[in-house]
């Protein structure tokens, strides 16, 4: 079922930030240690979007809708990731659901956690 443990989402007016975290309670630290940390989101109508990665090794990747405003960052001994929200657009308004992976087809999710951005 749902691994991971999503918070931080809310209300925001443009240029905004908001902080949300991602918790993996459910796996072994060493499992962990291996996968790669994603967020995506998805609003009413439109296809599922890679919001920003992080692998075990802590590179980053950025989604071209966010590069520049948001930051995703982890702490394996915590088991934990965050994504960093600042100047929020009104666009960015969706639901947004942690992943974590690795590269041999094992997954996990969270439920999501809805952020709006609006004035």
């Known amino acids: 079922q749902v691994h991971l443990v999503e918070s931080g989402g809310g209300l925001a007016q443009p240029g905004g930030s908001l902080r949300l975290s991602c918790a993996a309670p459910?796996?072994?630290?060493?499992?962990?240690?291996?996968?790669?940390m994603a967020w995506y989101r998805q609003a009413p109508g439109v296809q599922r979007e890679l919001v920003a990665s992080?692998?075990?090794?802590?590179?980053?990747n950025y989604g071209d809708a966010v590069k520049g405003r948001f930051t995703i960052s982890r702490n394996n001994s915590r088991k934990m990731g965050w994504l960093q929200m600042n100047s929020l657009k009104p666009e960015d308004t969706a639901i947004y659901y942690c992943?974590?992976?690795?590269?041999?087809?094992?997954?996990?999710w969270g439920q999501g956690t809805q952020v709006t951005v609006s004035s």
């Open positions: 992943n974590v992976y690795d590269d041999y087809g094992s997954e996990s």
């Open positions: 459910r796996l072994i630290f060493s499992v962990f240690t291996t996968y790669t």
């Open positions: 992080i692998t075990s090794g802590g590179t980053t």
